[in-house]
């Protein structure tokens, strides 16, 4: 296992009165995809939201390579290489395909190269460029927003729920597309229901249950041993094939 790009140690976040994250600890290898898998409200978007700036924790440290990120603000973040796809796309559907990824391009023009990529990765974002982001449907928005974010190079990006409520060919297109991604020098952080897509593309994962990672290893390992997948989310994932 390569070493670490991203490192959470002793995360606590608290959101108002309510205490989320209780001791994080999660290393994220460098190169591939970590899956990060646990029921709803296990806090596995609150630790994405947290890696991102846009909720502070109260305690403990998140750290991307060398550098100590935990109680920076987000653009600072960003701008060390995370992009960040929440659940709910984050699009602006009042403005067309193209102008949305103008806007996702901080650091000037789009690179022409770059953009035919993709392109090819995604059909719909040359079909549908001159449309506006507001007609798509739901699954080519999510994949405006995967594009977005990987516009312009990034060291990691972290993606929540992507396939949720996808038509299953639309499922394979993005699990298609994610896995082009991982081949690339991008390490990818991901949140995802949908066991199947989740072990095809997943090196790594990490289970959590009530704000803390309570298994972490390969994901080959987990997906051979049915007695621990029931031990850690009471179901086999054989059975969501």
């Keep these: 296992m390569t070493e670490p790009l991203l490192t959470l140690a002793g995360v606590h976040t608290h959101i108002g009165p309510y205490h989320i994250l209780q001791g994080v600890d999660l290393e994220v290898p460098e190169g591939g995809v970590t899956v990060l898998l646990g029921r709803n409200g296990a806090g596995k978007t609150t630790t994405l939201r947290t890696i991102m700036g846009l909720w502070r924790p109260s305690q403990g440290e998140v750290r991307f390579g060398d550098h100590l990120v935990s109680g920076l603000a987000t653009p600072d973040i960003a701008r060390r290489g995370i992009a960040f796809v929440p659940e709910d796309m984050g699009i602006f559907t009042d403005l067309t395909v193209a102008e949305n990824m103008l806007l996702a391009a901080a650091r000037g023009p789009m690179d022409a190269k770059r953009l035919d990529w993709i392109k090819q990765l995604f059909p719909p974002i040359g079909t549908f460029w001159n449309s506006s982001a507001g007609t798509l449907s739901g699954g080519q928005k999510q994949m405006l927003s995967v594009a977005r974010a990987i516009i312009e190079p990034r060291r990691l990006i972290l993606i929540d729920e992507p396939t949720k409520g996808l038509a299953p060919s639309i499922i394979r297109a993005m699990t298609d597309a994610l896995r082009q991604l991982k081949e690339t020098d991008t390490t990818i952080l991901l949140v995802e229901q949908n066991f199947a897509?989740?072990?095809?593309?997943?090196?790594?994962?990490?289970?959590?249950?009530?704000?803390?990672?309570?298994?972490?290893?390969a994901m080959r390992a987990l997906m051979d041993d049915a007695g621990l997948q029931e031990k850690l989310m009471g179901l086999s994932l054989e059975a969501h094939q």
């Excluded at 072990?199 to 289970?207: L, N, R």
């Design 197 to 217: 897509m989740a072990s095809s593309i997943g090196d790594t994962v990490a289970v959590m249950d009530d704000g803390r990672i309570i298994h972490a290893g």
